[in-house]
């Protein structure tokens, strides 16, 4: 089936640093993905959606500045955390729309971020 | 936003019992999806229900789907200690810039032995 590789699966960083995950289709081109965030205990937020060859779209509330979408081809985007900050820390997990795919929805194992 | 409240946000259950879960959600649906989360871990689809459906079966999982009340159930029978996880809902809602999926607020299941 349909493959979602999300790289790094850890990381940590210093405060003030910038680190960037990638979300990578495997086997089908992704127009379309998706990145959420989620804190301990808690749901997946939407925090945007990235289109291929074009800005991304953020949901209310997130920064577009700290957090840096990229979509330069179907089958990578990434999410680049600028300037992190120890609140930045959480689980960052991508998804990818997939129309070979009963659901849909294709997701990454996603990134544990922590900043020190 | 969460799209979806699911009750109870905790569950603690003995193996071998059931155990559902309910979601509400706000806005109309074309389909509603379960997917279970092990602690620190991605996400597995479980099962997806369209909204012209009200029943569906896949092994120890029973979905219901009451379109008219905006809700949905999850029941995993015969619960195991692998059961153990998060279980969400999510709806593919359509805005601007695409089909986008949100989830409900979760419920955490511990199964014991």
């Known amino acids: 089936g349909a493959v979602v590789s999300q790289h790094p699966s850890r990381v940590i960083c210093k405060s003030g640093t910038s680190v960037k995950i990638e979300c990578r289709s495997l086997?089908?081109?992704?127009?379309?993905m998706f990145w959420y965030r989620q804190f301990p205990k808690q749901s997946l937020m939407l925090m945007a959606t990235s289109n291929e060859g074009s800005k991304a779209t953020y949901e209310q509330g997130v920064e577009k500045d700290k957090f840096l979408i990229n979509h330069a081809s179907l089958t990578l985007s990434t999410l680049t955390v600028t300037s992190a900050h120890p609140e930045d820390s959480s689980f960052y997990i991508c998804s990818a729309w997939d129309r070979g795919n009963i659901y849909g929805y294709t997701f990454g194992s996603g990134t544990r971020l922590t900043v020190v | 936003s969460q799209q979806g409240e699911e009750d109870p946000q905790a569950l603690s259950i003995q193996e071998g019992e059931n155990a559902t879960m309910n979601c509400s959600y706000k806005t109309s649906i074309n389909n509603l999806q379960w997917y279970r989360q092990n602690s620190g871990r991605g996400l597995v689809h479980l099962i997806l229900?369209?909204?012209?459906?009200r029943e569906k079966h896949s092994g120890r999982l029973r979905v219901t789907l009451d379109t008219s009340k905006k809700s949905s159930s999850l029941l995993i029978t015969a619960s195991r200690a692998a059961d153990t996880a998060s279980y969400f809902c999510?709806?593919?809602?359509?805005?601007?810039?695409?089909?986008?999926?949100?989830f409900g607020t979760g419920t955490q299941l511990k199964v014991e032995l």
């Open positions: 229900i369209r909204s012209n459906e």
């Open positions: 086997d089908f081109q992704a127009t379309t």
């Open positions: 999510a709806t593919p809602l359509w805005r601007g810039g695409g089909n986008k999926l949100t």
